[in-house]
């Protein structure tokens, strides 16, 4: 299944010396995208990056940029959001699966396997922009319409202590 924005590089076009280059979605991929992230749009996408051939693979370091619409988890509003994310890949030709588990420093770049001959910069970039996305968006007045529906904030609905709540419970059953 070919990504909603993809922009294939080919490795072998990728040298040693660093190329910069700069990649936008388009009106129907930004489309595809909002539908297959759960948005209501993708605004604008936009990453600039720069390839270089190492020995351990095709290094990617860049900026992602755009800006979606969310729905607010409680009222259903539209919410803006900016994306402005750094982005640090490594591709690598496909190996074994290593037998242990691997530790990983806090500069080691996450790895993807190159497929085909190729990189593809597009679905990098998409998948960046859906990790830069808050899970759960709430709109200003969310607060309100919860505490409008009964729902507590978990402050609230905590006991003073664990053995109040026994006591309140051993207390009704009286």
Do not use: H, W, Y
Request: charged fraction near 30%.
């Amino acid at each position: 299944m070919k990504p909603e924005f993809s922009r294939p590089q080919r490795i072998d076009a990728i040298g040693d010396r660093e190329q910069t280059l700069t990649i936008e979605a388009d009106a129907a991929e930004r489309a595809a995208l909002a539908t297959r992230f759960g948005l209501i749009a993708v605004d604008a996408l936009t990453a600039t990056l720069a390839l270089r051939r190492e020995a351990a693979g095709i290094v990617v370091r860049g900026e992602v940029r755009g800006r979606v619409r969310q729905a607010c988890v409680v009222t259903d509003t539209p919410i803006e959001t900016k994306i402005d994310e750094s982005i640090a890949l490594r591709f690598v030709d496909e190996g074994p699966e290593p037998a242990d588990e691997v530790e990983l420093d806090a500069d080691e770049l996450d790895t993807i396997p190159i497929e085909g001959g190729a990189i593809d910069l597009g679905e990098a970039v998409a998948e960046t922009m859906a990790l830069a996305l808050d899970p759960f968006p709430r709109a200003p007045g969310a607060e309100a319409a919860l505490r409008a529906a009964g729902v507590l904030t978990e402050e609230e609905a905590r006991p003073a202590n664990a053995f109040a709540a026994l006591k309140d419970k051993l207390g009704k059953s009286n």
